[in-house]
């Protein structure tokens, strides 16, 4: 069972920045693809983005290419998302998951676990 952690969540102003991280429990973290996902209020969850086992490869959602950053340190069993540029619409709770595969993948159904979310809120 992999537990996932997110913290780095918070207010911020539009324009401003954040860095969300996600902690696994595993220590076979270093296998797992990461994702990033965002659940807005009276909106289905989306992908936001997703990095593979070893970091070389990346995917992002069309919304926030050019202003968001996957990495990983399999070090640290973390993976963090660099949110620049934000914008009110950006707002959401923010998840982090873990897929057993090598990935990366945009599919929700693809990731095996979920953390419990990280409130963003971007003011106008």
């Known amino acids: 069972q992999v537990q996932l952690v997110e913290s780095g969540g918070g207010l911020v102003q539009a324009g401003g920045s954040l860095r969300l991280s996600c902690a696994a429990s595993?220590?076979?973290?270093?296998?797992?693809?990461m994702g990033w996902f965002r659940q807005a209020p009276g909106k289905e969850r989306e992908f936001v983005a997703a990095i593979n086992w070893s970091g070389a490869n990346t995917d992002y959602a069309d919304a926030v290419k050019g202003r968001f950053t996957i990495s990983r340190d399999n070090a640290k069993n973390t993976v963090h998302l660099q949110m620049n540029s934000l914008k009110p619409e950006d707002t959401a709770v923010y998840y982090c998951?873990?897929?057993?595969?090598?990935?990366?993948?945009?599919?929700?159904?693809?990731?095996?676990?979920w953390g419990r979310g990280t409130q963003v809120t971007v003011s106008s």
């Open positions: 998951a873990a897929d057993l595969a090598l990935g990366p993948t945009m599919a929700e159904g693809e990731y095996d676990y």
């Open positions: 595993e220590r076979t973290f270093s296998s797992y693809a």
